[in-house]
């Protein structure tokens, strides 16, 4: 798995290298039960810090994407492809929302009126 940050964008290093976890799933590069490198490992290849790496994956974790067990490293999910992929949209669509100073409220009112 190939993951590169940028340490002067605007984005946080631990949100970029979610990011890009989550497209790999999205898109079929890491399949269920693959395991992820072990976040010492994966910071030390990216010159980040270890908890910089955790925090990506505890927030893969909490979206469901991941499972991360003691001694036994973080592999994907079962059955989490397409909703890797959604993730990943609802966080775009959350970002433009933001640029366009669209709110919570009307941001959840519109999701709600598009799915009926």
Same mark, same amino acid.
């Given at each position: &798995? /190939?993951?590169?940050? !940028?340490?002067? @964008?605007?984005?946080?290093?631990?949100?970029?290298?979610? $990011?890009?976890?989550? @497209?790999?799933?999205?898109?079929?590069? /890491?399949?269920?039960?693959?395991?992820?490198?072990?976040?010492? !490992?994966?910071a030390d290849a990216l =010159?980040?810090?270890? +908890?910089?790496?955790? %925090? $990506?994956?505890?927030d893969l974790r909490d #979206?469901?994407?991941?499972? &991360? %067990? *003691? *001694? *036994? =490293?973080? %592999?994907?999910? !079962?059955?989490? !492809?397409?909703?890797?992929? /959604?993730? #990943?949209?609802?966080? +775009?669509?959350? @970002?433009?929302?933001?640029?366009?100073?669209?709110? *919570?409220?009307?941001? %959840?009112?519109?999701? #709600?009126? $598009?799915?009926?």
């Amino acid at each position: &798995m /190939l993951v590169r940050v !940028d340490p002067s @964008a605007s984005e946080p290093l631990y949100a970029q290298i979610a $990011a890009q976890v989550r @497209a790999a799933i999205g898109k079929g590069k /890491l399949s269920a039960g693959e395991q992820l490198p072990p976040a010492r !490992d994966l910071a030390d290849a990216l =010159g980040v810090n270890m +908890h910089t790496v955790l %925090r $990506a994956y505890g927030d893969l974790r909490d #979206e469901g994407l991941v499972e &991360m %067990r *003691r *001694r *036994r =490293g973080v %592999r994907v999910r !079962d059955g989490v !492809d397409g909703r890797a992929r /959604l993730v #990943e949209l609802v966080g +775009h669509v959350a @970002a433009e929302a933001s640029r366009q100073g669209v709110s *919570r409220t009307e941001l %959840r009112r519109l999701i #709600e009126e $598009a799915m009926g």
